[in-house]
Structure formats: structure tokens, C-alpha cells
């Protein structure tokens, strides 16, 4: 099992909708969690960060955080076309290592 | 002005060479990283530095071997290559310990190719 899981995707969105990106993580020591977005051949960019339980709110973006349920989101509220990409769930572990999940790939439709 | 740089961006090899990355950063930063992300484009990491000292090193064969001259400099040398070698290789930096969370900035990528 993963550290961090996400779906795969692809996550096919209309311009103008929220598209909705999902994460679980198993480690239950982390306390960090941060959204990275990649285009394709392209380095990770971080586009969020969180730490406490609820949600951050930062531009078109939400993030959500439920230690409980061990369970990270983000909201990408007026998707863009300039939107699609791969976006990493990743969890700071109790190791103090950055532990990503494999992506979800968004993509936005005209 | 880059503020995390790797070379080379492309890297085609053969089976059994022994190929260096090498990563410069001039953020200030203190801690630096090399992740690997395959095919699948699932990000892993491989070493972490702190001021030239080892602090993390996953599970990595032994022929993958990092060297940190001075804090602002990461290499990567990869002794006998094999196919499954390839992938995209990342250099990051953040500001701090590892374990203490700062972003992380991440490198352009070295895109190695192993035949």
C-alpha cells in the first residue's frame, strides 16, 4: 500500500466548473500536506499547503484537511484550460520525508 | 536568475556506463534532495542533504551514490546503469531540517535514458 494514494484520473472538467482532486494518506504522524501541480515535462510547482484541520482558501483554490479521516483535498474553483496538469497530493511522514501520491491528471475542456 | 538548476536536462546512455547529475541552487537553502519519478510519473525520494551531511537515504541500490560539496550543491553519480534506471530525476531545496516543513523547490528535471 501507498503512503499516499490518489486516483489517477484522467479528471475531465468544462471550463468554468470546479474540478474536485482527492487524497488519503496512510501515515497517520503526518501533520503536513501540500498540492503540487506538474504540466507535462515540467517540474513540480507547489499551489497549496496545509496543516490544520478544515479548509484554505488561496485564489480559485480550496484546499481541505481531515486528520481524522486521514484525508486531503483540493477544489479548483473557474477551471482554465491553463488547469490541466498533474496535480501531486504529498504528506510530510514521520520520518520527515515528502511522500507524493502518483497524481491526478485534470484536464479542462472548452 | 534559477534558483534550483540541473544538468544535464536530457541523459542517453548505455546499459553499464556511470553517468553524473549534477544540481546547484542559489536560494540560500539548506537542505536539498534528489527525487526519482518513472514512468508512471510517481515522484519518489532517493537522498536529502542538510548542510553536506547524509540525512535521508531511502532504499536505493548501492550504485546510486550522492555528494554534496558544499550546501548550495547536489550530485548524483550512477555507477553501472540498467534499463530501469530511467526516469526523470529532480533535484529540490528547502530552507531548513528536513522534517521541519518549508516548500520544497524543485529542479527543471534530468530526463535519463538508459538503452
Known amino acids: 500500500q501507498k503512503e499516499v494514494e490518489q486516483n489517477s484520473g484522467p479528471l475531465s472538467v468544462p471550463e468554468g466548473a470546479i474540478a474536485s482532486l482527492n487524497c488519503t494518506y496512510s501515515?497517520?504522524?503526518?501533520?503536513?500536506f501540500f498540492w503540487y501541480r506538474q504540466y507535462s515535462g515540467k517540474s513540480p510547482e507547489l499551489i497549496m499547503s496545509?496543516?490544520?484541520?478544515g479548509d484554505k482558501e488561496d485564489g480559485r483554490f480550496t484546499a481541505q484537511l481531515n486528520k481524522a479521516s486521514q484525508y486531503v483535498s483540493l477544489l479548483i474553483r473557474d477551471s482554465q484550460p491553463s488547469d490541466s496538469a498533474t496535480y501531486l497530493c504529498?504528506?510530510?511522514?514521520?520520518?520527515?520525508?515528502?511522500?507524493f501520491g502518483a497524481g491526478t491528471q485534470v484536464v479542462v475542456t472548452p | 536568475d534559477t534558483a534550483v538548476s540541473q544538468t544535464p536536462k536530457y541523459l542517453v546512455t548505455q546499459m553499464g556506463n556511470d553517468k553524473s547529475i549534477k544540481c546547484e541552487q542559489n536560494?540560500?537553502?539548506?537542505?536539498m534532495y534528489w527525487y526519482k519519478q518513472d514512468s508512471k510519473k510517481f515522484l519518489k525520494i532517493m537522498f536529502s542533504?542538510?548542510?553536506?551531511?547524509?540525512?535521508i537515504n531511502e532504499t536505493v541500490p548501492n550504485r546510486f551514490s550522492p555528494k554534496s560539496p558544499d550546501k548550495a550543491h547536489l550530485n548524483l553519480h550512477i555507477n553501472s546503469l540498467e534499463l530501469g534506471d530511467s526516469a526523470v530525476y529532480f533535484c529540490?531545496?528547502?530552507?531548513?531540517?528536513?522534517?521541519?516543513?518549508?516548500?520544497?523547490?524543485f529542479g527543471p528535471g534530468t530526463r535519463l535514458t538508459v538503452l
Open positions: 501515515d497517520r504522524g503526518s501533520q503536513s
Open positions: 542533504y542538510n548542510n553536506k551531511e547524509l540525512i
Open positions: 529540490a531545496s528547502t530552507v531548513g531540517l528536513a522534517g521541519v516543513v518549508n516548500e520544497q523547490f
Open positions: 496545509i496543516y490544520s484541520n
Open positions: 536560494l540560500g537553502h539548506d537542505t
Open positions: 504529498a504528506a510530510f511522514d514521520s520520518w520527515g520525508k515528502l511522500q
